[in-house]
């Protein structure tokens, strides 16, 4: 019987199935693409000379930690992220954009060695300094990656529902299928299927929009929900 329920499984049930049995590689992929254009975003902004001078600073630190390491060992590697993090020591608790850039370079250290709840409490630091800022969406929706890693589901579900709304989050609809599908990781299935469905009235015609679409379609045919 399992066979046949296999052979009869439709392309969209495949792709969803592989989505969520590969999502930490896919969201970790995304969540450095974003981190990528955000650091850009921030160069571009017109900042204080304050500011100026603390971001520099960061930005030495991040060089020193990046530049050439596909040619060193992890032991090599480990030593980087160690001075990097004892230099950032002095810019995690700046207030405004050098604060923030510091603790997100501190979580992406974190993140490196698995310490998952290190790397959330980096990102929660980024939430309280940047206030409304544009990092706000991002820094929910690493949050919620943090938490899926540790297991914890529910939170994990929240934060990436925290990170919707923002007119300039370029993540609205990866989040928002997140959200969803960590209610499913836990037992929600009411709320994943009342998440997809907001998915699927913003009507954004993605491929995260696809996938909510077909596991809406799946839990309804294994009538769990109408």
Request: proline share 1%.
């Given at each position: ?107 992406d250290i974190a ?102 679409k077909t596991r ?5 045919a294994k009538g769990?929900?109408?």
């Amino acid at each position: 019987m399992a066979v046949k329920q296999f052979e009869k499984a439709t392309v969209g049930e495949k792709i969803s199935g592989y989505m969520l049995r590969h999502r930490i590689p896919i969201i970790a992929a995304s969540a450095t693409v974003v981190i990528a254009i955000v650091v850009y975003t921030v160069a571009a902004l017109v900042i204080s000379k304050a500011s100026e001078k603390n971001i520099a600073g960061i930005d030495a630190i991040e060089y020193e930690l990046t530049h050439d390491s596909s040619l060193l060992s992890e032991a090599e590697l480990e030593e980087r992220r160690e001075t990097a993090l004892a230099a950032l020591a002095q810019y995690l608790n700046k207030s405004g954009i050098a604060g923030a850039r510091a603790n997100m370079l501190a979580a992406d250290i974190a993140f490196q060695r698995n310490e998952y709840e290190d790397a959330k409490l980096y990102w929660e630091r980024v939430v309280s300094q940047s206030k409304k800022s544009y990092l706000v969406p991002l820094a929910y929706y690493n949050i919620g990656v943090c938490c899926e890693e540790l297991g914890d589901f529910g939170n994990a579900a929240l934060n990436y529902g925290n990170a919707v709304g923002a007119d300039d989050f370029l993540l609205t609809s990866h989040a928002l299928f997140s959200s969803g599908r960590a209610y499913e990781l836990n037992d929600d299935v009411a709320k994943a299927a009342e998440t997809y469905r907001k998915l699927e009235d913003m009507a954004l015609n993605d491929n995260w929009t696809s996938l909510a679409k077909t596991r809406l379609i799946a839990l309804k045919a294994k009538g769990i929900i109408e």
